[in-house]
């Protein structure tokens, strides 16, 4: 009965209305030195151009996403400062409409067949995520536990798993993990649901990992963002709470407490890296905030997932100084994308988020590693798919395994360490 009211439920969800991005392109721009690496980034602040990706290495290209009114004046300003650029995609609508009706069919299809709430065939919504948590719940009482940790600003239940060994001993060190602050990164949050997975139904296989630490692991952050993006605005980035009449939301990555504001943020509400009206405005921020330094002491490893780019990130984001300890995180960090490159090839860039992107305060990494004390905290960008946010659902299982991968990489030196 509940598997049938949740396809009649999914059946209804493409009737709603949905911004189509008809027209839009998405532009790759290869900078050739730093004025043109400079033009970029100022022209990232205008809120017309939607940067997927900006890098600050000269070998890497930047992807950017225009509206149709404003392509022939973007192009325009491109070609007067000689600037390379190709379009990869002419028609953005039309791609995420092919991969919304493909998404849809493979749900239908898990929904009629499958043990479980969630697999990794599809990208699954609030409801099913949370659903898969409560079935572990019931499976494995004396292993996993699961949390209501807060509500979001629509009131949705923001909810926690707790997975330990089954030893019973209490006082261990512990991993934190979240994905989703952002809502389009789609992929961030089928990364946390894999290694909740190997965690908990591959227990054998990754017991090792739980011996002297317990894992937290929160895969929707931001669950009014993430429903918003799959019902009405595939890349709405932030919270939902309004701001004004005209505009709404948060980026909760730049709402943490920690150096808020001063760099890499935006004071407009209508834009996406809106830092909020104060630190902390939003519930989503609040409740990472309390987890985090309800777990000071015990928490030796801080690690959330995002998309997209293929790095691996550590303090600080609000300056290009490192923090005294930098190595013990880069080498953790390398430990995961040293494990990545010999199982796939994939390869990660580490680094400083400040040295390899560009400064941004109020993220949470900063906030845990410079306020919780957490001695390591990562940020996972995960690869890109399709045009960057949003990989077919054929991508999914390869990207969350080799995921996996680098993060029991990383925690396995954790492990080392402390």
């Keep these: 009965?509940?598997?049938?009211?949740?396809?009649?439920?999914?059946?209804?969800?493409?009737?709603?209305?949905?911004?189509?991005?008809?027209?839009?392109?998405?532009?790759?721009?290869?900078?050739?030195?730093?004025?043109?690496?400079?033009?970029?980034?100022?022209?990232?602040?205008?809120?017309?151009?939607?940067?997927?990706d900006l890098p600050r290495s000269l070998d890497a290209s930047s992807r950017v996403m225009v509206k149709p009114e404003d392509q022939e004046g973007f192009e325009h300003l491109l070609e007067k400062y000689g600037v390379n650029y190709s379009v990869i995609n002419e028609n953005f609508g039309e791609s995420l409409r092919q991969e919304r009706d493909e998404n849809q069919n493979q749900r239908l299809m898990n929904l009629r067949s499958a043990e479980r709430s969630v697999s990794f065939k599809a990208f699954h919504r609030h409801a099913e995520i949370n659903?898969?948590?409560?079935?572990?719940?019931?499976?494995?009482?004396?292993?996993?536990?699961?949390?209501?940790?807060?509500?979001?600003?629509?009131?949705?239940?923001?909810?926690?798993?707790?997975?330990?060994?089954?030893?019973?001993?209490?006082?261990?060190?512990?991993?934190?993990?979240?994905?989703?602050?952002?809502?389009?990164?789609?992929?961030?949050?089928?990364?946390?649901?894999?290694?909740?997975?190997?965690?908990?139904?591959?227990?054998?296989?990754?017991?090792?990992?739980?011996?002297?630490?317990?894992?937290?692991?929160?895969p929707v952050v931001n669950p009014d963002g993430y429903e918003y993006s799959h019902t009405t605005t595939r890349m709405w980035r932030k919270t939902r709470k309004p701001i004004s009449s005209a505009c709404y939301g948060t980026d909760a990555n730049r709402n943490f407490d920690f150096h808020w504001g001063e760099v890499g943020a935006s004071s407009y509400s209508c834009s996406d890296t809106f830092k909020g009206e104060t630190a902390f405005s939003e519930p989503e921020t609040q409740l990472i905030r309390d987890i985090l330094l309800s777990l000071t002491g015990r928490g030796k490893f801080y690690l959330t997932l995002h998309s997209y780019g293929n790095y691996l990130l550590y303090p600080w984001g609000w300056t290009s100084a490192l923090p005294s300890?930098?190595?013990?995180?880069?080498?953790?960090?390398?430990?995961?994308?040293?494990?990545?490159?010999?199982?796939?090839?994939?390869?990660?860039?580490?680094?400083?988020?400040?040295?390899?992107?560009?400064?941004?305060?109020?993220?949470?990494?900063?906030?845990?590693?410079?306020?919780?004390?957490?001695?390591?905290?990562?940020?996972?960008?995960?690869?890109?798919?399709?045009?960057?946010?949003?990989?077919?659902?054929?991508?999914?299982?390869?990207?969350?395994?080799?995921?996996?991968?680098g993060i029991k990489a990383m925690a396995q030196k954790v492990a080392d360490k402390y």
């Design 1 to 52: 009965m509940l598997k049938l009211f949740a396809v009649v439920l999914l059946l209804a969800s493409v009737a709603l209305a949905v911004e189509n991005y008809d027209g839009y392109k998405i532009y790759d721009i290869n900078a050739r030195n730093a004025f043109e690496k400079q033009l970029l980034l100022r022209l990232s602040g205008n809120e017309a151009y939607d940067f997927f």
């Design 131 to 218: 659903a898969y948590l409560d079935e572990l719940a019931a499976a494995y009482p004396s292993r996993v536990s699961v949390q209501v940790a807060g509500k979001s600003y629509e009131n949705r239940d923001i909810k926690t798993i707790t997975i330990t060994n089954g030893d019973g001993k209490t006082g261990k060190n512990v991993v934190f993990l979240d994905a989703g602050i952002h809502a389009r990164e789609w992929i961030a949050h089928a990364g946390a649901l894999y290694v909740i997975h190997q965690l908990v139904e591959n227990f054998a296989a990754n017991s090792e990992l739980l011996k002297d630490f317990d894992w937290v692991i929160l």
């Design 325 to 405: 300890s930098w190595r013990d995180n880069d080498e953790v960090a390398q430990g995961g994308a040293d494990a990545i490159k010999s199982a796939t090839g994939t390869k990660y860039t580490v680094g400083s988020s400040t040295n390899v992107l560009y400064a941004a305060a109020g993220g949470s990494d900063d906030y845990a590693f410079g306020v919780a004390n957490f001695p390591v905290s990562i940020t996972m960008e995960l690869p890109a798919g399709g045009t960057g946010f949003n990989p077919s659902t054929s991508q999914i299982e390869g990207f969350v395994s080799e995921t996996w991968v």
